[in-house]
Nanobody, 127 residues
């Protein structure tokens, strides 16, 4: 079975850091682009970062550029999202997704037609 399991969320004060993990299984990790999305209550889903594990290329939304870093550990089939300088507006459910055909870039962050979606992990940033 295909699984994308996000973990690492929690409650943190503004200015703090968290590292999220997305553990993938059931598909060939190296062939896919994998990214992070988030959705806050009452807001639309937002794609924030994506990576191609096979070559390490990355792409970020402007809202997180310079604060968040996406990386992958191909031996562990895991993608990470290091989140620094967190703001209350970063509060959301964060989840990961993978796609075979889409490459890293703005199209991926639109999130349409993804092959696989994982369940989310809650991130709450207090002011």
């Amino acid at each position: 079975d295909v699984q994308l399991q996000a973990s690492g969320g929690g409650l943190v004060q503004a200015g703090g850091s968290l590292r999220l993990s997305c553990a993938a299984s059931g598909f060939n990790f190296d062939d896919y682009a994998i990214g992070w999305f988030r959705q806050a209550p009452g807001k639309e889903r937002e794609g924030i970062a994506c990576i191609s594990p096979i070559d390490g290329s990355t792409y970020y939304a402007d809202s997180v550029k310079g604060r968040f870093t996406i990386s992958s550990d191909n031996a562990k089939n895991t993608v990470y999202l290091q989140m620094n300088s967190l703001k209350p507006e970063d509060t959301a459910v964060y989840f990961c997704a993978a796609d075979l055909l889409l490459r890293v870039g703005v199209q991926f962050l639109l999130g349409y037609g993804m092959d696989y979606w994982g369940k989310g992990t809650q991130v709450t940033v207090s002011s």
